[in-house]
């Protein structure tokens, strides 16, 4: 499979609180993105790194990329009851295309 | 806005019947790709043009079919319809071919009774 793998499937945590999720790849990558998606509704873009870079910051998501390991992680500090909502880390080969795996599903409890 | 449009909506059909999803992609976008979101099977990828070329192909079914006008504006059908066909069908956007960010449509919510 060329989709990215989130793990956990799914986060509970408190309002403030900071939030992990990874990603795993199985194939060599150009980029890999972050997408977030509220129950029902189209999903966003969040974050993109290349696959030379090691880290990337937008606001309070901080993402990484471990080439030699094929992962990639996603933070989200002092987390929001916003922040409720699936998380997606598809990632581009060659075409253009993106495949997405399952997502993780994080609540944030107010 | 995202500045991906989908229209309509909603949509609800019955088994055997056929229909026309319709997606606006952003100003400037000659990437447009369509998605199936279902419970089972998360999201899907189908099919992908550019600039009114068809690029690459996923799972979609020989029932479903694609296209983009020159206008840059595409058109997923849907025919012979089944149950297991209900779904959000979601269009997305991007300025090139290869996978940078898109943009998402809000969805077409298929229900086929």
């Known amino acids: 499979s060329q989709q990215g793998e989130e793990d956990p499937q799914a986060l509970s945590i408190q309002e403030g609180e900071n939030a992990t999720m990874n990603c795993s790849y199985k194939?060599?990558?150009?980029?890999l993105q972050w997408y977030r998606q509220n129950s029902g509704r189209g999903l966003v873009h969040l974050i993109l790194?290349?696959?030379?870079?090691r880290e990337k910051h937008s606001g309070r998501l901080r993402v990484t990329l471990d080439t030699s390991k094929k992962s990639s992680s996603l933070l989200i500090t002092a987390s929001r009851a916003a922040d409720t909502a699936s998380y997606f880390c598809?990632?581009?080969?060659?075409?253009?295309?993106?495949?997405f795996g399952q997502g993780t599903t994080l609540q944030v409890k107010p | 806005d995202s500045g991906v449009t989908q229209t309509p909506k909603h949509l609800i059909t019955a088994t055997g019947q056929r229909v026309t999803l319709r997606c606006s992609p952003r100003s400037g976008d000659l990437s447009v790709y369509w998605y199936q979101q279902s419970l089972d099977q998360g999201l899907q990828f189908l099919i992908q043009?550019?600039?009114?070329?068809?690029?690459a192909k996923g799972n979609i079914l020989e029932r479903f079919s694609a296209q983009q006008f020159p206008d840059l504006h595409s058109e997923l059908n849907l025919s012979s319809l089944e149950l297991g066909d209900s779904a959000l069908y979601f269009c997305?956007?991007?300025?090139?071919?290869?996978?940078?960010?898109?943009?998402f449509g809000s969805g077409t919510r298929l229900t086929v009774v």
């Open positions: 598809p990632y581009g080969g060659c075409g253009g295309k993106l495949i």
């Open positions: 790194i290349r696959s030379n870079e």
């Open positions: 194939t060599s990558i150009n980029n």
């Open positions: 043009y550019y600039n009114g070329e068809e690029r």
């Open positions: 997305a956007s991007s300025v090139a071919a290869q996978g940078r960010g898109y943009t």
